[in-house]
């Protein structure tokens, strides 16, 4: 039971980028997908997940400029990143749980994969 988010980057300011979160040894159905993010010398913080009914949450500082998407068949979830801000820097992982009821909260999710790393210097 795996998770791998990739499509990590270097882009300026003003950019976008799309991440993936594949899984693998289990499929999505039946489990919500949470992005979460951890910028260097702060506490990782949920930004996005989507439920297994399709519903989506975004954090307000993402809200408007990122979008998570799913594909079933494919078993990825995606997260479109775009007007990329500074302040967007972190590493990003996503993990599979329980609950998408709001903006994800790390104790509800309990597969994790490695982190991508995302850089958008000003």
């Known amino acids: 039971v795996q998770l791998q988010a990739s499509g990590g980057g270097l882009v300026q300011a003003g950019g976008s980028l799309r991440l993936s979160c594949t899984a693998s040894?289990?499929?999505?159905?039946?489990?919500?997908i949470g992005w979460f993010r951890q910028a260097t010398g702060k506490e990782r913080e949920g930004i996005s997940c989507?439920?297994?009914?399709?519903?989506?949450y975004y954090a307000d500082s993402v809200k408007g400029r990122f979008t998570i998407s799913g594909d079933n068949a494919k078993n990825t979830v995606y997260l479109q990143m775009n007007s990329l801000k500074p302040e967007d820097t972190a590493v990003y992982y996503c993990?599979?749980?329980?609950?998408?009821?709001?903006?994800?909260?790390?104790?509800?999710?309990?597969?994790w994969g490695q982190g991508t790393q995302v850089t958008s210097p000003a």
């Open positions: 989507i439920s297994n009914d399709g519903g989506a």
């Open positions: 040894g289990f499929s999505f159905d039946g489990y919500n």
């Open positions: 993990a599979g749980g329980i609950y998408c009821l709001g903006v994800p909260r790390i104790n509800d999710y309990d597969i």
